[in-house]
């Protein structure tokens, strides 16, 4: 299970999910790609890639999506967005994706550290802090050294150009108000942010913010689309509306809520949203 939550919402959503286990669900595809645990070093079988600091993708509001990081992507789910692992997905699902008209995001892990990564040695031990609560594996990463930071972000938005993809998603991008072991501030945060969004556009990417809320008014500029989570339940989803007044999409999920307690808020605000399982599999119920 590859999803990152919030970690003071993990046990509520936990419990909450586990009473409705009944729930219906869309099978994903059978096993991983063969070259999907790797970091390319050249174009994938999705075409040639894209051209450093070219146009990139602006995803608008209301886009219908699927976000799925459990394991290799299920294809069949008919909509014109996919935000799929980028390390656990290869440049021939991202073709298939693009052979039926979806554009597809790349999701990779920003703000923490992962033993199960394959460049999980790349990173210098004096950059890992507390473990990451509630994700086994995971230590907060010291977000203040840009300079080691930025080889290894970028040898990931590397990956995800070469395999094809239109988009990232960096996760864990609010590792500030955390307990990650180190002091980091706001402008840390906003520092490290920006760093991650520019590797993205010098690839000829487009980039979104996940969830770190109260930084969106300084951000929005920097990110062409949000990524949140449970926003409906924590009643903050009127503080993503620059990115929407702004022509940017909001891809949304919740967990614990059913779609008639948000679906109305969510589409009069213009989000794109969906209920889906905490851990992030192929089920989907979406609004609308």
């Not at 991983?32 to 070093?41: C, F, M």
């Not at 997905?89 to 298939?96: F, G, I, L, W």
């Not at 995001?105 to 394959?118: H, K, M, Q």
Request: some cysteine; aromatic content about 8%; overall charge negative.
């Amino acid at each position: 299970m590859n999803r990152r939550q919030r970690p003071y919402a993990v046990l509520g959503a936990l419990l909450l999910l586990a009473a409705a286990a009944g729930c219906s669900a869309t099978e994903p595809g059978d096993g991983p790609d063969d070259d999907a645990g790797g970091t390319p070093t050249a174009p994938g079988a999705s075409g040639e890639a894209r051209r450093a600091g070219g146009p990139h993708w602006q995803p608008r509001p209301g886009l219908r999506w699927q976000w799925q990081l459990d394991g290799k992507a299920d294809t069949s789910v008919d909509v014109p967005v996919y935000d799929i692992d980028g390390f656990e997905n290869s440049a021939r699902t991202v073709k298939e994706l693009h052979d039926r008209g979806a554009k597809v995001i790349c999701y990779v892990n920003a703000g923490a550290w992962e033993d199960f990564r394959t460049d999980q040695k790349a990173f210098p031990k004096r950059l890992l802090g507390e473990r990451n609560k509630g994700w086994k594996g995971e230590r907060w990463l010291d977000i203040r050294r840009l300079d080691e930071l930025r080889p290894i972000m970028a040898a990931r938005f590397d990956m995800c150009r070469d395999k094809g993809f239109d988009a990232v998603e960096p996760d864990l991008t609010e590792g500030y108000r955390n307990k990650t072991g180190f002091p980091l501030s706001g402008e840390d945060q906003l520092a490290f942010n920006r760093m991650l969004a520019r590797l993205a556009h010098d690839r000829g990417m487009a980039v979104g913010l996940k969830n770190d809320l109260d930084q969106i008014p300084a951000l929005v500029g920097d990110f062409d689309f949000a990524v949140n989570e449970q926003c409906a339940e924590f009643e903050e989803c009127e503080k993503l509306t620059p990115f929407v007044r702004g022509g940017k999409a909001v891809f949304h999920v919740e967990y614990a809520l059913e779609p008639e307690e948000f679906c109305a808020t969510a589409q009069r605000l213009g989000l794109s949203s969906m209920r889906k399982k905490l851990e992030l599999d192929a089920w989907r119920e979406p609004c609308g």
